[in-house]
Structures are given as C-alpha cells and as structure tokens.
C-alpha cells in the first residue's frame, strides 16, 4: 500500500502545499481520495505533471474545450464572439506544453480504478476514448482503459461495473460536466489524444504528447 498511496501530509509535502491545501485538492477531485486519510499516488502524479510553478491558471470547462476546438481546428460556437477571440490571442501567445497543460487542466476530473477482467469490454462501451495512434502510440496494454465519460454517468458506472478506486488500477476514468455531445467529437482529435499523453506518468507518452502540444501551438499562430 506504501507505494501506492501518500498520506495527507505526505501529499502535501510531494506538491509543496499545506496539509490544508492538499486536503481542499483533494475535496475538489483534483487528486483522488481513495479512503480516508489517504491519497491516490497516481493522481498526485498526474496533479504534478499538469502544473507547472507559477501563477497560471486553470481555465474554465467550457472554456478549455473551446480551446481543444480552437486548436483542433473547429469552431468554438458555444462561446461569445468576445470570449473566443480572447482564447485564440491567448492561444497563439502560448509557446509553452506546461503552460497550456495547467490551463487544460480542469476540462475533465481524473480518476484511477481497479476494474475485473470480464468488466473491460462492457466499460469500453460506455466510455469515449482518445486515438493515441494519431499520435504514433500504438502499444497501448489491451487490459487498459483510459476514456471520459459524463460526470453524472460516473457513479452508475462504478457501481455497475464493480469498480474500485485504486492508484495501481489500469482504468482511468474522465469525467467532465460540459455538453458531451460536444465533448465525444472533440475526444476524436489529435488535440485531446496530445492532452492526455501530456500529463502520463509514463516519460514516453508524456514526451510524445507534449512535442504534439508544441506543434499545435505552432501551428494556431
């Protein structure tokens, strides 16, 4: 268990927060509370390689999918005319993979489970995963899933399936609250797939998807 999961204060220490501070990420589901008093390790990780030290904030839901459309090359339609003309300036002043991973950071809560064998192809069904080959990736683990899913489709799903929130669980779970219908064609993009690879906590897979984030950003200026 050591290694899987920190402790309160041990969290804390790890992200160079207060104890208070650590408890609130943990209340908010930036990083996951898998019992109490102890924390995920593997979204600590995560928690870590999205952020980057300074004062960078994370932008809203809607927001950060305007922006994977934006880079996506699509349109942004729900946000005002104001608001989208803001994003791309912001976009195209961007240079930095870290920079624009904190921003992203909130468009979805992640979290890691424990799921049985014969649970996989039934949860592969109801969850949207990105093509990680449209970023070269193509030996991914067959008994892995990594996909997003509606915030409100979340708890029936755990229950469903008989999940167990663990660190050494090879199902990650992203759920967002924004207009899915929206999200599921955004998942699709070569965007999305470098987002995910980005914040890895395999070195390969977050390379790969943070070279892809600077050549988007390169190429939306």
């Given at each position: 268990?050591?290694?899987?999961?920190?402790?309160?204060?041990?969290?804390?220490?790890?992200?160079?927060?207060?104890?208070?501070?650590?408890?609130?990420?943990?209340?908010?589901?930036?990083?996951?509370?898998?019992?109490?008093?102890?924390?995920?390790?593997?979204?600590?990780?995560?928690?870590?390689?999205?952020?980057?030290?300074?004062?960078?904030?994370?932008?809203?839901?809607?927001?950060?999918?305007?922006?994977?459309?934006?880079?996506?090359?699509?349109?942004?339609?729900?946000?005002?005319?104001?608001?989208?003309?803001?994003?791309?300036?912001?976009l195209r002043?961007?240079?930095?993979?870290?920079?624009?991973?904190?921003?992203?950071?909130?468009?979805?809560?992640?979290?890691?489970?424990?799921?049985?064998?014969?649970?996989?192809?039934?949860l592969r069904?109801?969850?949207?995963?990105?093509?990680?080959?449209?970023?070269?990736?193509?030996?991914?683990?067959?008994?892995?899933?990594?996909?997003?899913?509606?915030?409100?489709?979340?708890?029936?799903?755990?229950?469903?399936?008989?999940?167990?929130?663990?660190?050494?669980?090879?199902?990650?779970?992203?759920?967002?609250?924004?207009?899915?219908?929206?999200?599921?064609?955004?998942?699709?993009?070569?965007?999305?797939?470098?987002?995910?690879?980005?914040?890895?906590?395999?070195?390969?897979?977050?390379?790969?998807?943070?070279?892809?984030?600077?050549?988007?950003?390169?190429?939306?200026?």
């Amino acid at each position: 268990m050591a290694g899987e999961f920190l402790t309160l204060d041990e969290t804390a220490s790890t992200l160079g927060v207060s104890t208070r501070h650590a408890r609130r990420l943990a209340d908010s589901g930036a990083i996951t509370r898998v019992a109490r008093g102890l924390i995920d390790r593997g979204s600590v990780d995560r928690y870590l390689h999205s952020q980057r030290q300074g004062r960078t904030r994370a932008w809203a839901e809607h927001t950060a999918w305007g922006a994977v459309a934006i880079l996506s090359g699509q349109d942004a339609d729900w946000l005002g005319e104001t608001q989208a003309s803001r994003l791309r300036s912001v976009l195209r002043e961007t240079n930095d993979a870290d920079d624009l991973l904190t921003r992203m950071r909130d468009r979805a809560r992640v979290q890691t489970y424990l799921a049985h064998r014969a649970a996989l192809p039934r949860l592969r069904e109801r969850v949207v995963s990105t093509n990680q080959q449209l970023l070269g990736i193509t030996d991914v683990a067959d008994d892995s899933i990594d996909g997003y899913l509606p915030a409100s489709g979340l708890d029936d799903v755990v229950r469903s399936l008989g999940l167990r929130a663990d660190g050494s669980g090879s199902v990650v779970l992203r759920t967002t609250e924004f207009e899915f219908d929206r999200v599921r064609d955004l998942i699709a993009t070569r965007t999305v797939a470098a987002l995910d690879a980005g914040t890895s906590t395999d070195p390969r897979q977050r390379g790969i998807g943070r070279r892809t984030i600077r050549e988007l950003l390169e190429a939306h200026r």
